[in-house]
Structures are given as structure tokens and as C-alpha cells.
């Protein structure tokens, strides 16, 4: 935090700017999010990043537990009764943290920002937390960590609204199989807007913010030539179309990250487990040490169910300790040979995959969460979050590291 001596200026920066935006002439306002309603939230990010005085203090105070033990939660959980039956989980277990959607997989907002503010111009919100500063003061009073989960490029909602930062086949947004689209990672347009929900997430009282779906949308690499989209400024670049991806996902966690230094925020990036197998993920632009090493947290999801036969493992759903074990020992490795490695902060299955078929699939509980925990503790890794989109979770488990 800044000395007391600065708080005037530092005032005085705020107050420029985070003043209104640039006003539009009346026949320009729109309930949709348009490019010239976004210059003055464009201004405001680049003037509070370049003010080396400036340090936003949320009024809210957490300590950075001894090891992170979190679990995700949805903004209706968030939003509605099962919030306060979560809150006496974590309470009563050796857990210490939430992981909470701000903005969901389809591209919404989980709360209504305030009338007449940078997002609210953007029309995406959506009341399933009806009062999202007291979520974060009932955790301020348990001390459960708080972490602002923010899905950058899946964005259904961003691309239905400007096709232009979206990827088009034959004149239509492009869906995936689930009827999913993405935004584009080459734009620092997108870049910006997801940048800027971040900075309220922060200012809400958030003391990190976790960025999931940091990616090119799964093959991209089998259709980048038949869709019709920009490069940016990524246009000219001498880099082949796999380095290019990797270097438009690199570069945006590393913006991200410098954009929100004003805001005393931890900085942690969701990534495919198999990323860190790899060189680089060739079609979605994902490099683990390239990412890892501009972040304070790495979340590989090593959920058991997600991955082939690997490690030597033909079903690796019916062996949660040894997949985990198996991972963190090449995770390790990785990071190790890192110039600034980031904290090793895994998700962790708590929910069955019984999708995988009879045989492939085992039913998940106390004794297989434990598993997994046990394994990462057993490679020298003490932090994790568990997933289960439902926020139903084991009964019983011993979190301790």
C-alpha cells in the first residue's frame, strides 16, 4: 500500500480516472456494448496502470492463508441460500478459500454493476448475486479467501454482440459442438473487456483473480484457414500461426497482469493439464512455462476423468492417487526449471464422471478426493481447489496438508 502521505494524490487519480466516461452524443446511446462507449473505460485502465502513485484499497482485509484449499462456486450458489450452507462448509473444514464466478462460461456478469458505470454500458449482468459486496464482507468476517473466477475467451454473449471480435464461418459466429463461441485472443480489444471486469472484481474486495479459458477454442489449428477473422497486430508477425496463438495468450496474461497491479491482487490462470506435457498446446496457444511465468498462481486441471491413457495409466479415472502423483512429478520438473516459478495451485476432481462409461469411471467421494490430495502433498505441492459445478461436495475429507 502506499504511504499516508500520497493518499491526496492518489485520490486525485482516482478521481480522474475513474470519472464518466466520455459522454455520446444522444443518438449514440445504446443499451449494446459498442466500441465507442468502451474508449473512456480504454482511458481509465491505461491512466490508473501508468500512475506509479495510484493503489486501490478495497476496504476489505484477507491474509493470504498458509496454503490456499479452496472450492469453486457458482454465482446462483453465491447468490442464493446454498451461499450461507457453503460458507459452514469451508468454516468447518480445513478449506479457506472460494473460487466465485464473476463472469460466467457464457460471457455474463453474475451481478448488476451500478447504473450508469463502465459495465453497465456493456448490458451483460445478470442478478444471481444481488449484492455481491456483502459475499465478500461474510468472508471477510470467516477469513475464507476470496477469488474472482473470470472466463476470458469462451464468450458466447461478446460474440453474438461484435462478430468482429469473434470468429465467422460463412457469414454466422462460429459455434463449437456445444454451441459455444469464443472471442478472439489476437484483439486487444477483447483483451481490454475482460481486463476491465477483472479491475471491478478487484475493487469489489477480491484479493485474486483467477482467469479460466485463456485459449484459442479446442482444434483451433483444424479450422484457423476456413475462418474468417483479424490477427491484430499479430497480422505482420514472422511467427507460424502455432507461435503467433502462443504469443497472443502469452501477451495477455502478461497485460493482464500489469494492468492490475494497482489493484494489490493475486494474478492465476487456468490451464489444461496436458499443456504442461507438452511443448505447447499447437491448436489453443497455451505454453505452460511462458504463462506460468507471468502469473502468481498456476491452476493445471488435472481432473482424473479428462485425460487418456497417460503416465502409463490405460484408465486414469480409477486412479486418481497415481494420475495426480504422476502429473505433479512432471509439473515440478517443469516449473523448476523456471527463471520465476508461480505457486502450484492444481484443480482437483470432486464429482463423478460416469459420462466416461461402465469400466472407464469410478464413483468419486471422501476416499478419492483424499487421494488426490494426498498425492500432490506427497510431491511437495499444498495448495488446490476442487471443481464440482453443482457445489456439492465430499463429506468427510481430511483437507490437512
Do not use: C
Not at 483467477?210 to 489449428?221: I, K, L, S, T
Amino acid at each position: 500500500m502506499i504511504k499516508k502521505k500520497w493518499a491526496i494524490v492518489s485520490m486525485l487519480v482516482m478521481s480522474s480516472a475513474l470519472g464518466t466516461p466520455v459522454a455520446a452524443a444522444e443518438d449514440d446511446v445504446s443499451p449494446e456494448f459498442t466500441e465507442r462507449s468502451y474508449q473512456g473505460t480504454k482511458l481509465n485502465m491505461e491512466l490508473l496502470a501508468t500512475s506509479a502513485l495510484y493503489q486501490f484499497d478495497s476496504g476489505l482485509n484477507f491474509e493470504y492463508p498458509d496454503a490456499v484449499r479452496g472450492i469453486f462456486v457458482t454465482g446462483n450458489s453465491a447468490g442464493g441460500e446454498r451461499f450461507e450452507r457453503l460458507v459452514d462448509f469451508v468454516d468447518k473444514t480445513e478449506l479457506n478459500a472460494m473460487v466465485i464466478d464473476i463472469k460466467e462460461d457464457l460471457g455474463h456478469l453474475t451481478y448488476l454493476p451500478e447504473k450508469g458505470s463502465d459495465l453497465a454500458a456493456m448490458d451483460i449482468g445478470k442478478p444471481f448475486i444481488k449484492d455481491p459486496r456483502a459475499v465478500l464482507e461474510r468472508l471477510e468476517e470467516k477469513q475464507i479467501y476470496p477469488i474472482a473466477r473470470v472466463v476470458v475467451f469462451k464468450d458466447s454473449i461478446l460474440a453474438e454482440k461484435r462478430p468482429d471480435l469473434s470468429f465467422v464461418d460463412n457469414g454466422a459466429v462460429w459455434k463449437n459442438g456445444r454451441e459455444e463461441s469464443f472471442v478472439n485472443p489476437f484483439l486487444k480489444e477483447v483483451w481490454d473487456y475482460n481486463v476491465q471486469i477483472a479491475i471491478e472484481a478487484a475493487k469489489l474486495g477480491f484479493k485474486e483473480i483467477q482467469f479460466d479459458y485463456v485459449r484459442f477454442p479446442e482444434g483451433f489449428e483444424n479450422r484457423a484457414d476456413a475462418l474468417d477473422y483479424s490477427m491484430g497486430e499479430y497480422a505482420d508477425a514472422s511467427q507460424d500461426p502455432v507461435q503467433s496463438r502462443v504469443s497472443a495468450v502469452t501477451d495477455f496474461v502478461a497485460y493482464a497482469r500489469e494492468q492490475l497491479k494497482p489493484y494489490d491482487v493475486e494474478v492465476s490462470v487456468d490451464i489444461f493439464g496436458y499443456a504442461a506435457t507438452l511443448a505447447e498446446a499447437p491448436g489453443i496457444g497455451q505454453n505452460f512455462g511462458k504463462i506460468s511465468e507471468n502469473v502468481d498462481v498456476i491452476s493445471s486441471m488435472i481432473y482424473p476423468s479428462h485425460w487418456t491413457a497417460y503416465f502409463g495409466i490405460p484408465k486414469p479415472d480409477l486412479e486418481p492417487y497415481k494420475l495426480v502423483s504422476e502429473y505433479a512429478k512432471m509439473e515440478n520438473k517443469k516449473l523448476a526449471g523456471l527463471k520465476t516459478a508461480p505457486v502450484s495451485r492444481p484443480w482437483l476432481q470432486d464429482f463423478t464422471a460416469s459420462y466416461l462409461g461402465a469400466g472407464n469411471y469410478k464413483k468419486y467421494g471422501k476416499a478419492e478426493v483424499q487421494a488426490q490430495i494426498k498425492a500432490l502433498n506427497d510431491n511437495g505441492i499444498n495448495e488446490f481447489l476442487l471443481w464440482n459445478a453443482g457445489n456439492t461436495y465430499s463429506q468427510g475429507v481430511d483437507y490437512t496438508p
